[in-house]
C-alpha cells in the first residue's frame, strides 16, 4: 500500500526522480514527519479548515462521525469501520485517505509518465513508512526497474529483518539509511525500536556490494549534541565503503497531520534546528575525512 507519489523531485538522489511513499513502519518517531505512513492500514484525516458541513460524512458511520456544536465534526475513530469507503465522499477534501493499493503494473505506468525526465542520473526513490517492511511486490517492481534500467533508490531505517534487507541487494542503486542514535535507551524511547537491529543491519549491508549513504536526523533533545553526533561518525567510520554523510536538520513540516489524524505530536516545544548550528558537525566530520552534506 502507498500513499502517495511526487514527481520532479530533486531531493532523495540525483536528477529529477519519482518518489512512492509506502504505507506502513515499523517504528514511531516522535519527529515523523508523515504520520499518517505509520499505520499499514488506511488513515482518515479530516481538515477542519475545509470542513463546509455538507454532511455527506455522516452518511457513510453516523455512528463513528457526529457533528459538533462548533461547525465541525468529531471522529470516533476506534469505532470506525469500512473506512475505504470515506475515499471520496467528501467534496470539498476536509476529510481525506490515505493509503492505497496498486499493483507492480500501476506503479509502473505512473514511473512511466515520468521516464523523459530522469535522463543519465535520474529515476524513482522507494520511501515511506518503511518500504523494506512490505512484501514481495516490493521486490517484483525492483526487478521490473531493473529490467527497464531505471535507477533506484531507497529511503529506509532498517529496522527489519535482515532478510528483508538482503532481497534487495543488487535491484537498489542506493541505500539511504538513517542513523537516528547509537544508545539503546534513547532510541527505544524516541522510536519504540531497537537500535542493536539497525547497527547490525547496517554493518551487514555496508559488508555487502551495496552502496550506501547514511542520513542522520538531527533532532532537539535527542542527539543534537556534539557528543552523540560525533560518535555516530565515529561509528560510521568502522564501516565499509561508506563515503557520504548527510545531515537532516529538524523541521516541523508535518505538525499539522498530527492534527488531521487526531495525534500527539510530542516534539510540539521544539524549535526547528538551523543549517547553522550543524557547523561543528560538518567540521568534525570532515577533519575524519569523511563526505558530508546538509540535506538530501
Given at each position: 500500500?502507498?500513499?502517495?507519489?511526487?514527481?520532479?523531485?530533486?531531493?532523495?538522489?540525483?536528477?529529477?526522480?519519482?518518489?512512492?511513499?509506502?504505507?506502513?513502519?515499523?517504528?514511531?518517531?516522535?519527529?515523523?514527519?508523515?504520520?499518517e505512513s505509520q499505520s499499514f492500514d488506511y488513515s482518515l484525516m479530516y481538515d477542519?479548515?475545509?470542513?463546509?458541513?455538507?454532511?455527506?460524512?455522516?452518511?457513510?458511520?453516523?455512528?463513528?462521525?457526529?457533528?459538533?456544536?462548533h461547525n465541525g465534526i468529531q471522529i470516533q475513530r476506534e469505532s470506525l469501520s469500512?473506512?475505504?469507503?470515506?475515499?471520496?465522499?467528501?467534496?470539498?477534501?476536509?476529510?481525506?485517505?490515505?493509503?492505497?493499493?496498486?499493483?507492480?503494473?500501476?506503479?509502473?505506468?505512473?514511473?512511466?509518465?515520468?521516464?523523459?525526465?530522469?535522463?543519465?542520473?535520474?529515476?524513482?526513490?522507494?520511501?515511506?513508512?518503511?518500504?523494506?517492511?512490505?512484501?514481495?511486490?516490493?521486490?517484483?517492481?525492483?526487478?521490473?526497474?531493473?529490467?527497464?534500467?531505471?535507477?533506484?533508490?531507497?529511503?529506509?531505517?532498517?529496522?527489519?529483518?535482515?532478510?528483508?534487507?538482503?532481497?534487495?541487494?543488487?535491484?537498489?542503486?542506493?541505500?539511504?539509511v538513517d542513523l537516528k542514535h547509537l544508545d539503546s535507551r534513547k532510541f527505544r524511547?524516541?522510536?519504540?525500536?531497537?537500535?542493536?537491529?539497525?547497527?547490525?543491519?547496517?554493518?551487514?549491508?555496508?559488508?555487502?556490494?551495496?552502496?550506501?549513504?547514511?542520513?542522520?536526523?538531527?533532532?532537539?533533545?535527542?542527539?543534537?549534541?556534539?557528543?552523540?553526533?560525533?560518535?555516530?561518525?565515529?561509528?560510521?567510520?568502522?564501516?565499509?565503503?561508506?563515503?557520504?554523510?548527510?545531515?537532516?536538520?529538524?523541521?516541523?513540516?508535518?505538525?499539522?497531520?498530527?492534527?488531521?489524524?487526531?495525534?500527539?505530536?510530542?516534539?510540539?516545544?521544539?524549535?526547528?534546528?538551523?543549517?547553522?548550528?550543524?557547523?561543528?558537525?560538518?567540521?568534525?566530520?570532515?577533519?575524519?575525512?569523511?563526505?558530508?552534506?546538509?540535506?538530501?
Amino acid at each position: 500500500m502507498i500513499f502517495n507519489v511526487q514527481r520532479y523531485s530533486t531531493h532523495d538522489g540525483e536528477g529529477i526522480r519519482t518518489l512512492i511513499f509506502y504505507k506502513g513502519c515499523p517504528l514511531n518517531c516522535h519527529w515523523c514527519s508523515n504520520p499518517e505512513s505509520q499505520s499499514f492500514d488506511y488513515s482518515l484525516m479530516y481538515d477542519r479548515k475545509l470542513c463546509k458541513n455538507f454532511g455527506d460524512c455522516l452518511k457513510v458511520n453516523g455512528t463513528a462521525i457526529t457533528q459538533t456544536e462548533h461547525n465541525g465534526i468529531q471522529i470516533q475513530r476506534e469505532s470506525l469501520s469500512n473506512i475505504e469507503n470515506f475515499r471520496e465522499v467528501c467534496i470539498s477534501k476536509a476529510m481525506t485517505l490515505s493509503g492505497e493499493k496498486k499493483s507492480v503494473d500501476e506503479l509502473l505506468i505512473e514511473i512511466e509518465k515520468d521516464r523523459p525526465f530522469y535522463r543519465e542520473n535520474g529515476g524513482v526513490t522507494l520511501s515511506g513508512g518503511e518500504p523494506l517492511s512490505q512484501g514481495d511486490e516490493l521486490v517484483a517492481l525492483l526487478k521490473r526497474l531493473k529490467m527497464k534500467k531505471i535507477g533506484v533508490n531507497m529511503e529506509t531505517s532498517l529496522h527489519v529483518k535482515w532478510n528483508r534487507v538482503a532481497r534487495c541487494i543488487g535491484y537498489v542503486d542506493a541505500f539511504l539509511v538513517d542513523l537516528k542514535h547509537l544508545d539503546s535507551r534513547k532510541f527505544r524511547t524516541y522510536t519504540n525500536g531497537d537500535v542493536k537491529l539497525v547497527m547490525d543491519n547496517l554493518v551487514r549491508l555496508t559488508n555487502s556490494e551495496a552502496n550506501v549513504v547514511i542520513r542522520i536526523p538531527v533532532i532537539p533533545d535527542f542527539n543534537h549534541t556534539e557528543k552523540e553526533i560525533s560518535n555516530m561518525i565515529d561509528f560510521i567510520l568502522t564501516l565499509k565503503k561508506v563515503k557520504e554523510v548527510h545531515l537532516l536538520p529538524y523541521h516541523t513540516f508535518g505538525v499539522e497531520k498530527y492534527k488531521m489524524l487526531d495525534m500527539d505530536y510530542k516534539m510540539s516545544n521544539r524549535k526547528q534546528v538551523e543549517d547553522r548550528e550543524l557547523a561543528p558537525y560538518i567540521q568534525y566530520a570532515k577533519s575524519k575525512g569523511i563526505e558530508i552534506k546538509i540535506g538530501g
